[in-house]
Protein backbone atom coordinates (compact mmCIF):
# COMPACT_ATOMS: atom_id res chain seq x y z
CA UNK A 1 0.00 0.00 0.00
CA UNK A 2 1.44 3.38 -0.95
CA UNK A 3 0.75 5.86 1.57
CA UNK A 4 4.20 7.64 2.93
CA UNK A 5 4.21 10.61 2.43
CA UNK A 6 0.68 11.35 2.07
CA UNK A 7 -1.84 13.57 4.54
CA UNK A 8 -2.22 12.86 8.26
CA UNK A 9 -4.98 13.06 10.05
CA UNK A 10 -5.15 15.71 13.70
CA UNK A 11 -7.52 13.29 15.24
CA UNK A 12 -5.39 10.85 16.76
CA UNK A 13 -5.34 10.69 20.28
CA UNK A 14 -2.05 9.00 21.60
CA UNK A 15 -2.90 7.49 25.08
CA UNK A 16 -0.11 4.53 25.28
CA UNK A 17 1.88 6.40 27.58
CA UNK A 18 -1.41 6.43 30.19
CA UNK A 19 -2.24 2.77 30.40
CA UNK A 20 -1.29 -0.71 31.47
CA UNK A 21 0.46 -0.07 34.50
CA UNK A 22 2.99 2.13 33.68
CA UNK A 23 2.22 5.82 35.00
CA UNK A 24 4.70 8.34 34.37
CA UNK A 25 2.57 11.04 34.59
CA UNK A 26 -0.08 12.35 33.21
CA UNK A 27 -0.01 14.59 30.04
CA UNK A 28 -1.17 18.04 31.03
CA UNK A 29 -0.45 21.42 28.97
CA UNK A 30 1.82 19.50 26.54
CA UNK A 31 4.12 18.57 29.48
CA UNK A 32 4.82 15.74 31.81
CA UNK A 33 3.51 16.38 35.42
CA UNK A 34 4.83 13.78 37.74
CA UNK A 35 2.83 11.49 40.06
CA UNK A 36 3.92 13.14 43.05
CA UNK A 37 2.98 17.03 42.00
CA UNK A 38 -0.71 14.91 41.09
CA UNK A 39 -1.04 14.30 44.36
CA UNK A 40 -0.49 17.57 46.08
CA UNK A 41 -2.37 18.62 43.34
CA UNK A 42 -5.28 16.58 44.32
CA UNK A 43 -4.78 17.41 48.24
CA UNK A 44 -4.46 20.76 47.81
CA UNK A 45 -7.86 20.58 45.60
CA UNK A 46 -9.32 18.78 48.32
CA UNK A 47 -7.91 21.41 51.39
CA UNK A 48 -8.87 24.35 48.85
CA UNK A 49 -11.94 23.87 47.30
CA UNK A 50 -9.59 24.30 44.20
CA UNK A 51 -10.01 21.76 40.58
CA UNK A 52 -7.02 19.96 40.87
CA UNK A 53 -7.02 20.16 37.23
CA UNK A 54 -6.80 24.00 37.33
CA UNK A 55 -3.97 23.44 39.80
CA UNK A 56 -2.20 21.00 37.74
CA UNK A 57 -2.34 23.10 34.91
CA UNK A 58 -1.13 25.69 37.03
CA UNK A 59 2.08 23.34 37.85
CA UNK A 60 2.78 22.15 34.29
CA UNK A 61 2.90 26.11 33.38
CA UNK A 62 -0.63 26.35 31.35
CA UNK A 63 -1.49 29.18 33.44
CA UNK A 64 -5.17 30.16 31.80
CA UNK A 65 -5.19 27.21 29.02
CA UNK A 66 -8.59 26.09 28.43
CA UNK A 67 -8.44 22.59 30.74
CA UNK A 68 -11.38 21.04 29.73
CA UNK A 69 -9.92 21.19 26.31
CA UNK A 70 -6.28 19.71 27.43
CA UNK A 71 -8.43 17.04 28.94
CA UNK A 72 -9.71 15.86 26.37
CA UNK A 73 -6.79 16.40 23.58
CA UNK A 74 -4.11 13.77 24.22
CA UNK A 75 -1.23 14.30 22.55
CA UNK A 76 -0.47 13.13 18.99
CA UNK A 77 1.55 10.51 18.42
CA UNK A 78 5.62 11.13 18.21
CA UNK A 79 6.56 11.79 14.43
CA UNK A 80 9.08 8.95 14.40
CA UNK A 81 6.38 6.31 15.29
CA UNK A 82 5.41 4.26 12.11
CA UNK A 83 2.58 2.48 13.09
CA UNK A 84 1.42 5.38 14.10
CA UNK A 85 1.66 7.61 11.30
CA UNK A 86 0.10 4.54 9.13
CA UNK A 87 -2.75 4.41 11.67
CA UNK A 88 -2.91 8.09 11.19
CA UNK A 89 -2.54 8.65 7.33
CA UNK A 90 -5.07 5.75 6.79
CA UNK A 91 -7.74 7.95 9.38
CA UNK A 92 -7.02 11.23 7.09
CA UNK A 93 -7.98 9.12 3.65
CA UNK A 94 -11.05 8.39 5.29
CA UNK A 95 -12.00 11.96 6.08
CA UNK A 96 -11.30 12.95 2.68
CA UNK A 97 -13.42 10.52 1.40
CA UNK A 98 -16.54 10.64 3.71
CA UNK A 99 -16.51 14.39 3.60
CA UNK A 100 -17.22 14.66 0.39
CA UNK A 101 -19.80 12.17 0.17
CA UNK A 102 -22.11 13.33 2.92
CA UNK A 103 -21.72 16.84 1.39
CA UNK A 104 -22.72 16.05 -1.83
CA UNK A 105 -25.78 14.34 0.18
CA UNK A 106 -26.18 17.96 1.39
CA UNK A 107 -24.87 16.30 4.90
CA UNK A 108 -21.95 17.10 7.14
CA UNK A 109 -19.14 14.67 7.81
CA UNK A 110 -18.28 15.15 11.86
CA UNK A 111 -14.84 13.46 11.61
CA UNK A 112 -14.39 10.42 14.54
CA UNK A 113 -11.04 10.63 16.61
CA UNK A 114 -8.90 7.62 16.83
CA UNK A 115 -7.77 6.35 20.44
CA UNK A 116 -4.18 4.43 20.63
CA UNK A 117 -3.59 2.74 23.95
CA UNK A 118 -2.30 -0.06 25.45
CA UNK A 119 -3.84 -2.78 27.72
CA UNK A 120 -7.32 -1.00 28.93
CA UNK A 121 -8.66 2.95 28.73
CA UNK A 122 -11.91 4.43 29.67
CA UNK A 123 -14.70 4.58 26.82
CA UNK A 124 -18.20 6.24 26.70
CA UNK A 125 -19.19 2.42 26.01
CA UNK A 126 -17.23 1.94 29.51
CA UNK A 127 -13.72 0.03 29.54
CA UNK A 128 -12.01 -0.29 26.63
CA UNK A 129 -9.49 -3.60 26.41
CA UNK A 130 -7.27 -4.74 23.86
CA UNK A 131 -8.40 -8.21 24.24
CA UNK A 132 -11.45 -6.62 21.98
CA UNK A 133 -9.50 -5.96 19.21
CA UNK A 134 -10.17 -2.77 17.33
CA UNK A 135 -13.66 -1.06 18.22
CA UNK A 136 -15.91 1.28 17.69
CA UNK A 137 -17.86 3.78 20.33
CA UNK A 138 -20.95 5.43 19.25
CA UNK A 139 -21.32 7.38 22.40
CA UNK A 140 -18.21 9.27 22.31
CA UNK A 141 -17.80 8.83 18.56
CA UNK A 142 -14.20 7.37 18.67
CA UNK A 143 -12.62 4.57 17.38
CA UNK A 144 -10.07 2.50 19.92
CA UNK A 145 -7.23 0.61 18.46
CA UNK A 146 -4.30 -1.23 20.27
CA UNK A 147 -1.88 -1.12 17.66
CA UNK A 148 -0.98 -4.75 19.35
CA UNK A 149 -3.85 -6.08 17.51
CA UNK A 150 -2.12 -5.93 14.24
CA UNK A 151 0.76 -8.47 15.38
CA UNK A 152 -2.21 -10.71 16.24
CA UNK A 153 -3.69 -10.22 13.02
CA UNK A 154 -0.63 -11.05 11.06
CA UNK A 155 1.14 -13.63 13.39
CA UNK A 156 -1.98 -15.47 14.99
CA UNK A 157 -4.33 -14.60 12.30
CA UNK A 158 -2.42 -14.99 9.46
CA UNK A 159 -3.35 -11.82 7.87
CA UNK A 160 -0.33 -9.33 7.37
CA UNK A 161 -0.57 -6.77 5.28
CA UNK A 162 -0.32 -3.09 5.50
CA UNK A 163 -4.06 -2.98 3.69
CA UNK A 164 -5.19 -5.51 5.78
CA UNK A 165 -4.69 -3.10 8.66
CA UNK A 166 -6.43 -0.16 6.74
CA UNK A 167 -9.23 -2.11 6.03
CA UNK A 168 -9.98 -3.13 9.51
CA UNK A 169 -9.27 0.76 10.52
CA UNK A 170 -11.65 1.75 7.58
CA UNK A 171 -13.88 -0.83 8.47
CA UNK A 172 -14.07 0.91 12.62
CA UNK A 173 -14.76 4.33 10.53
CA UNK A 174 -17.97 2.40 8.54
CA UNK A 175 -19.19 2.43 12.09
CA UNK A 176 -18.81 5.37 12.89
CA UNK A 177 -20.60 6.39 8.88
CA UNK A 178 -23.28 4.10 10.36
CA UNK A 179 -23.90 6.35 13.33
CA UNK A 180 -23.70 9.51 11.72
CA UNK A 181 -26.62 8.13 9.55
CA UNK A 182 -28.58 7.12 12.48
CA UNK A 183 -28.39 3.08 11.66
CA UNK A 184 -27.05 2.71 14.89
CA UNK A 185 -29.50 4.07 16.78
CA UNK A 186 -32.13 2.59 14.75
CA UNK A 187 -30.67 -1.07 15.24
CA UNK A 188 -29.74 -0.02 18.96
CA UNK A 189 -33.56 0.29 19.64
CA UNK A 190 -34.83 -2.47 17.83
CA UNK A 191 -32.53 -4.69 19.95
CA UNK A 192 -34.95 -4.66 22.95
CA UNK A 193 -38.05 -5.98 21.20
CA UNK A 194 -36.43 -8.60 19.49
CA UNK A 195 -34.78 -12.18 19.90
CA UNK A 196 -31.19 -13.24 20.53
CA UNK A 197 -31.00 -14.54 17.59
CA UNK A 198 -32.81 -11.88 16.00
CA UNK A 199 -30.82 -9.53 17.63
CA UNK A 200 -27.43 -11.47 16.59
CA UNK A 201 -28.86 -11.49 12.62
CA UNK A 202 -29.01 -8.13 12.93
CA UNK A 203 -25.37 -7.39 14.20
CA UNK A 204 -24.42 -9.35 11.64
CA UNK A 205 -25.90 -7.04 8.95
CA UNK A 206 -24.44 -3.92 10.78
CA UNK A 207 -21.35 -5.40 10.95
CA UNK A 208 -21.70 -6.72 6.82
CA UNK A 209 -22.16 -2.90 5.98
CA UNK A 210 -19.11 -1.98 7.36
CA UNK A 211 -17.32 -3.79 5.58
CA UNK A 212 -18.60 -2.65 2.80
CA UNK A 213 -18.41 1.16 3.61
CA UNK A 214 -14.64 0.21 4.09
CA UNK A 215 -14.54 -1.15 0.68
CA UNK A 216 -16.40 2.16 -0.65
CA UNK A 217 -13.66 3.96 1.07
CA UNK A 218 -10.77 1.70 -0.71
CA UNK A 219 -12.60 2.39 -4.21
CA UNK A 220 -12.84 6.03 -3.66
CA UNK A 221 -8.93 6.33 -1.94
CA UNK A 222 -7.68 4.39 -5.23
CA UNK A 223 -9.51 6.53 -7.77
CA UNK A 224 -7.80 10.07 -6.04
CA UNK A 225 -4.88 8.50 -4.89
CA UNK A 226 -3.65 4.96 -6.25
CA UNK A 227 -2.88 3.43 -2.76
CA UNK A 228 -2.93 0.21 -3.88
CA UNK A 229 -0.05 -1.81 -4.74
CA UNK A 230 -0.22 -5.46 -6.29
CA UNK A 231 -1.21 -8.36 -3.57
CA UNK A 232 -3.29 -5.25 -1.38
CA UNK A 233 -6.96 -6.05 -2.37
CA UNK A 234 -5.74 -9.79 -1.83
CA UNK A 235 -4.39 -9.35 1.60
CA UNK A 236 -7.61 -7.52 2.89
CA UNK A 237 -9.77 -10.43 1.49
CA UNK A 238 -7.39 -12.58 3.60
CA UNK A 239 -7.77 -10.76 6.31
CA UNK A 240 -11.56 -10.61 6.18
CA UNK A 241 -11.91 -14.12 5.44
CA UNK A 242 -9.14 -14.65 8.66
CA UNK A 243 -11.95 -12.29 10.65
CA UNK A 244 -14.92 -14.30 9.70
CA UNK A 245 -16.99 -15.85 12.80
CA UNK A 246 -17.29 -19.20 11.05
CA UNK A 247 -13.04 -18.34 10.96
CA UNK A 248 -12.82 -17.80 14.17
CA UNK A 249 -14.69 -20.33 15.91
CA UNK A 250 -13.36 -22.84 13.92
CA UNK A 251 -9.71 -21.00 15.33
CA UNK A 252 -10.85 -21.28 18.48
CA UNK A 253 -11.64 -24.87 18.16
CA UNK A 254 -15.28 -24.24 18.52
CA UNK A 255 -18.26 -25.82 16.40
CA UNK A 256 -19.45 -23.53 14.15
CA UNK A 257 -22.50 -22.18 15.04
CA UNK A 258 -24.34 -19.80 12.76
CA UNK A 259 -26.91 -18.63 15.57
CA UNK A 260 -24.08 -16.91 17.68
CA UNK A 261 -22.41 -15.43 14.66
CA UNK A 262 -22.37 -11.77 15.38
CA UNK A 263 -19.99 -10.81 12.21
CA UNK A 264 -20.70 -12.69 8.84
CA UNK A 265 -18.85 -15.29 7.64
CA UNK A 266 -15.54 -15.13 6.05
CA UNK A 267 -17.38 -15.52 2.27
CA UNK A 268 -19.92 -12.63 3.73
CA UNK A 269 -17.18 -10.48 4.78
CA UNK A 270 -15.17 -10.90 1.66
CA UNK A 271 -17.99 -10.39 -0.62
CA UNK A 272 -19.79 -7.06 1.29
CA UNK A 273 -15.82 -5.74 1.12
CA UNK A 274 -15.73 -6.11 -2.48
CA UNK A 275 -18.96 -4.73 -3.19
CA UNK A 276 -18.38 -1.75 -1.77
CA UNK A 277 -14.65 -1.86 -3.50
CA UNK A 278 -16.27 -2.62 -6.81
CA UNK A 279 -18.93 -0.07 -6.91
CA UNK A 280 -17.93 2.69 -4.73
CA UNK A 281 -21.30 3.43 -3.85
CA UNK A 282 -23.20 3.42 -0.66
CA UNK A 283 -26.14 2.44 -1.85
CA UNK A 284 -24.84 -0.61 -3.18
CA UNK A 285 -24.24 -1.65 1.08
CA UNK A 286 -27.91 -1.93 2.05
CA UNK A 287 -27.33 -5.00 3.78
CA UNK A 288 -30.91 -4.78 5.76
CA UNK A 289 -32.83 -4.80 3.10
CA UNK A 290 -31.11 -7.68 0.68
CA UNK A 291 -32.91 -11.15 0.63
CA UNK A 292 -28.73 -12.80 0.14
CA UNK A 293 -26.28 -12.07 2.97
ZN1 LIG B 1 -17.35 -4.07 13.29
Redesign the pocket.
Known sequence: MKWEGNRESENVEDRRGEGGGGFGGLPIGGRSVGIGTIVVALLAGWIFGINPLTLLSMFAGGGEAPIVQQQQRAPAPPANDEAARFVSVVLADTEDVWTPIFQQAGSTYRQPRLVLFRGVTPTACGTGQSAMGP??CPGDQKVYIDLGFFDTLKRELGAPGEFAQAYVIA??V??HVQNQLGITGKVDSMRGRISQADSNALSVR??LQ?DCFAGVWANKAQNARQILEQGDVESAMNAAAKIGDDALQRSAGRAVVPDSFT?GTSAQRQRWFTTGLKSGSMKACDTFNTRSL
Do not use: R
Request: glycine share 10%.
Open positions: FYHEGHVEAH
